[in-house]
């Protein structure tokens, strides 16, 4: 089992920078596919970047693509999301998803362990 806390979040003005983190526990994940996604008020639930097992492989969503970036890092059991050049249209609740199992990393379907979200608000 995967325990995933995420932190960082808050309120940012637009343009600003905030700099996510993922904490995981119970097992190793850097043979995982670790992956971002975010939900707004009364929207689904959207992809947002993922990076791959090997972390040499990265893929963002279209509207974030230039603006995030995912990395992670194996020794801490980490893995984080920067973003810069924040919008209002980012504001969101941002989730960390898991899978230690083959798939599309941009497809929810793909993970089978979650956090709770971290709140990102971006307003002036």
């Known amino acids: 089992q995967v325990s995933l806390v995420e932190s960082g979040g808050g309120l940012v003005q637009p343009g600003g920078s905030l700099s996510l983190s993922c904490a995981a526990s119970g097992r190793p994940i850097k043979n995982f596919i670790v992956g971002w996604f975010r939900q707004a008020p009364g929207k689904k639930r959207e992809f947002v970047a993922f990076?791959?097992?090997?972390?040499?492989?990265?893929y963002y969503a279209d509207d974030v693509n230039g603006r995030f970036t995912v990395s992670r890092e194996a020794t801490k059991n980490m893995a984080y999301l920067r973003m810069s050049g924040l919008r209002p249209e980012d504001t969101a609740r941002y989730f960390c998803?898991?899978?230690?199992?083959?798939?599309?990393?941009?497809?929810?379907?793909?993970?089978?362990?979650w956090g709770r979200g971290t709140q990102v608000t971006v307003s002036s």
């Open positions: 990076i791959a097992q090997s972390g040499t492989f990265t």
């Open positions: 998803a898991a899978a230690d199992r083959n798939g599309a990393g941009s497809q929810e379907e793909t993970y089978n362990y």
